[in-house]
């Protein structure tokens, strides 16, 4: 049986393309590479398979990317880009539902935080390729902020997820004394669980699994970040 997560609407399949004839070539060799990505993460994406793909030469294709590296770079930011879209129609779907519900600031800030994580698993089980091209590949900070990491929203996904904390913290669900580095936490947490299932010891659970345990995880992170710790002092 396939969960919800794997059919769910997310970004459409990129239609493969067989020859390359005419408008924008480094835009047709990113769509390959996207295809790659979607297909077999990281490792697949290989700008001479792209150039096959595209139906050009690879000194065409030099002229856009002098390397494997440099195509990989921009698909990542382009799946990145794609998980953003996934959380912010995550976040969309929650602020309805809160709004129909009635619920107050505190409560409509908490449903959207839990939509980042909900829409970030929904990502990595619906677009396993993608997933694991856009947070996967060595790479640092940097692109978290990058317009090319951005999705329809204008938000890459970990601006997103701050956004959540800065609304929460804004209406006093979330400690002062917690906001410091909770996107650390929240994003190990729900990656955690992502990786689990795609690559470790969970990936022979049900199809399900995951998208039961999404709402149960990011509550415990939401009301994990809630609480203050007392200091503690050292012997």
Known sequence: MTSSFASAAGPSAIPARSTYHHGDLRRALLEAGLDLAREGGPDAVVLREATRRVGVSANAAYRHFVDRDALLDEVVSRAQSLAADVIAAEIEAADIEAAEGGAEAGGRARARFRAVGIGYLRFAMSESGLFRTAFAVPTDLRRSASPEAAGACGRTPFQLLGDTLDEMLEAGVLPPDQRPGAEMLAWSAVHGLAMLALEGPLRDLPAGFVEEMA?????????????SLPETTGS
């Open 215 to 227: 709402p149960r995880l990011v509550r415990m992170v939401d009301l994990g970040l809630g609480v």
